[in-house]
């Protein structure tokens, strides 16, 4: 009898790290869920996770904290959460886009359509995806479930989008 090989993890040899974008979380008044699950549901797709950082909703600590960490740990894949809604602190897209070199609208709209799925006021996210320099950079609602919804929206495509961006042909990534 023949056992079939496991499965390759999905993000196996990607390089990623996860940034927190919250008030309230970097202050010490509420709990990050949604950073500590990304983190480890990159590790389970099989990613090696470089940095887990918690910021404020301030463009220029994001603007500091993604070229830190683009720079200094060289991630091919940074997922933030948080800040992508409507509240006037909600500033992370505006954060992103203005360093970025692309903006990859795809991502936001598979993110919104495949989120009303789940709950209607997914239509209201500014999530967004762009590349900084070498690094795709997915900016994610705040909410755990959002997150954990989003990854399963983005899992068929993330392998393949960082495969493209560094110079790959558009045949199917394993």
């Known amino acids: 009898e023949v056992l079939a090989a496991p499965l390759k993890p999905k993000l196996q040899n990607v390089k990623a790290a996860v940034i927190t974008i919250s008030d309230r979380v970097s202050s010490g008044q509420a709990e ?3 950073g500590p699950y990304l983190s480890q549901r990159l590790a389970s797709e ?3 996770l470089l940095a887990h950082s918690c910021v404020s909703d301030d463009v220029a600590e994001i603007q500091k904290t993604l070229r830190y960490l683009i720079e200094t740990k ?3 894949l940074i997922i933030t959460t948080g800040g992508t809604g409507l509240s006037p602190r909600d500033v992370t897209p505006e954060a992103i886009q203005a360093i970025a070199s692309r903006v990859i609208t795809g991502f936001g709209e598979l993110l919104r359509q495949d989120g009303s799925k789940h709950i209607q006021t997914a239509w209201l996210s500014r999530s ?3 590349v900084i320099g070498d690094t795709l950079v997915v900016a994610l609602p705040g ?3 959002a997150c ?5 929206a ?3 495509i993330l392998k393949h989008a960082l495969h493209t961006m560094h110079g790959g042909n558009h045949d199917p990534v394993s």
């Open 128 to 130: 967004l995806a762009c």
């Open 154 to 156: 983005l899992a068929p």
């Open 148 to 152: 954990r919804e989003a990854l399963d």
């Open 143 to 145: 909410s755990q479930n």
């Open 32 to 34: 990050d869920k949604s």
């Open 46 to 48: 099989g990613a090696e």
């Open 74 to 76: 060289k991630p091919q």
